[in-house]
């Protein structure tokens, strides 16, 4: 039997006991309680949205693309010739998903009076629709006939509201062409789906068409396209991943005298992921401060445990027992104190979540956070890690009041009884 651990569990402060130490080990209680709680929403929240933010931007715009060297940072491109064999070795590679081909260009959109500068996003048969159907409000996606282009194509909810247009309108868009001495060139489409991201990003600019019609707005042949998107398990080790695909598409000029540039959607799009991190130092802040503060009240709980055992521990000093066990009498006092907070902190927290898990009170303005409501994503490994840093350090800071037990002295604390 370990004696130390018993006396503890004899000195607690009961329901039926009426120790002055007992409102105030209540409060340290409840504080590490509310304080793992708090903990626990909000690193299920800030995974939950840095979770969502990146699906929908890596959804839409994949972790990697390859593209012309020469192409700059406009939504004009350079065609690069598609090549199967690179599709097929990048394929190969156990962190890629999928790879397919696209190709964009700049157009102005002109109806019932209102213009809009857009970005036309061409897609073949290789597009993968689970980003876009996850989204659609309204419609189907488009289907991609063999033998001729489809002039149907899917616009963002907010550039149907602001051009009032509905599944089915037809409506016209202007193309600019690379050649400054050509005439305008116009194309009718027909609406056949309404997406929503809420990042605006997406939703205020881009539609989606058959690639077809910007190789011949762009004069390309049938197999050249602005480049491929390579989409992996997951945006960890972007850099990596980026090194690997350009080794399999090579440093070198290819046979056709096009030398492929590789970039990830972190190196095109920075301020967005310079955001992100923000989240984390966000939640480590957060963190420091709920276990301070669950310290703080660990210790105070603590010293008027120690203060009100004045008596007990001189006797026990009398009897000769060392400083050293009685110390681990009150450290284990403080830990068995710190597991019940952790049990009802789990409680709560986990409680919390799951209810805005299911239900969604919670709600947020699309237009600001990029959704409709607050994120909740369970990482059960980060819930266990808060547990047990929480007990860890909670439990080390008992170490410093405990040094009061060896100040006391058994005569004075005896006669002071």
């Keep these: 039997m370990n004696t130390e651990l018993y006396i503890a569990k004899q000195i607690l402060p009961h329901k039926d006991t009426a120790n002055i130490s007992k409102p105030i080990v209540n409060i340290a209680i409840i504080a590490i309680a509310l304080g793992l709680a708090v903990m626990m929403i909000a690193i299920s929240v800030i995974v939950g949205f840095k979770s ?67 970005v036309v996003k061409g897609i073949d048969s290789t597009y993968n629709w689970d980003f876009i159907e996850k989204h659609l409000v309204e419609g189907k996606r488009i289907e991609f006939p063999t033998d001729t282009t489809t002039d149907n194509v899917v616009i963002s ?21 690379n050649d400054s001495h050509k005439k305008v060139r116009k194309r009718s489409f027909f609406v056949t789906g309404i997406y929503e991201t809420h990042l605006n990003e997406i939703d205020d600019r881009f539609i989606l068409i058959d690639m077809r019609h910007i190789q011949n707005l762009n004069n390309w042949e049938s197999n050249q396209c602005t480049g491929y998107e ?46 992100l991190s923000l989240l984390d130092m966000n939640a480590w802040l957060i963190i420091a401060l709920m276990i301070l503060v669950a310290g703080m009240n660990m210790i105070t709980g603590l010293l008027v445990i120690i203060l009100e055992k004045t008596t007990m521990i001189g006797v026990l000093k009398a009897l000769g027992t060392a400083d050293f066990s009685i110390r681990k009498i009150f450290i284990f006092v403080g830990s068995l104190l710190i597991t019940k907070g952790l049990f009802w902190g789990n409680i709560i927290g986990l409680g919390l979540c ?20 607050v994120p909740i994503k369970f990482k059960f490994l980060y819930i266990i890690l808060l547990n047990v840093g929480t007990f860890v350090l909670t439990s080390a800071m008992l170490i410093l009041p405990s040094i009061l037990v060896t100040k006391i002295s058994p005569a004075e604390a005896i006669r002071f009884d």
Excluded: C
């Excluded at 509201?161 to 868009?173: A, E, H, P, R």
């Design 354 to 373: 799951l209810i805005q898990y299911y239900f969604h009170i919670f709600t947020l303005d699309p237009t600001i956070y990029f959704m409709s409501f």
């Design 230 to 275: 390579v989409f992996l398990k997951n945006y960890k080790n972007l850099d990596f991943h980026k090194e690997t695909i350009q080794g399999i598409i090579g440093f070198d000029i290819t046979p056709d005298a096009q030398k492929l540039r590789v970039q990830t959607l972190k190196e095109t799009t920075p301020q967005i992921f310079d955001w």
């Design 52 to 118: 969502t933010i990146s699906e929908q931007i890596f959804g839409f715009s994949s972790h990697i693309e390859i593209v012309n060297f020469d192409t700059n940072n406009s939504f004009e491109s350079l065609p690069i010739t598609t090549d199967q064999a690179i599709i097929e070795n990048i394929k190969k590679e156990d962190a890629v998903v999928h790879i397919q081909t696209y190709a964009t260009k700049p157009a102005l959109v002109k109806v019932n009076g209102t213009a809009r500068g857009i």
């Design 157 to 177: 909810k907010t550039l149907a509201n602001l051009l009032q247009l509905s599944i089915g309108d037809k409506f016209i868009t202007s193309f600019v062409p």
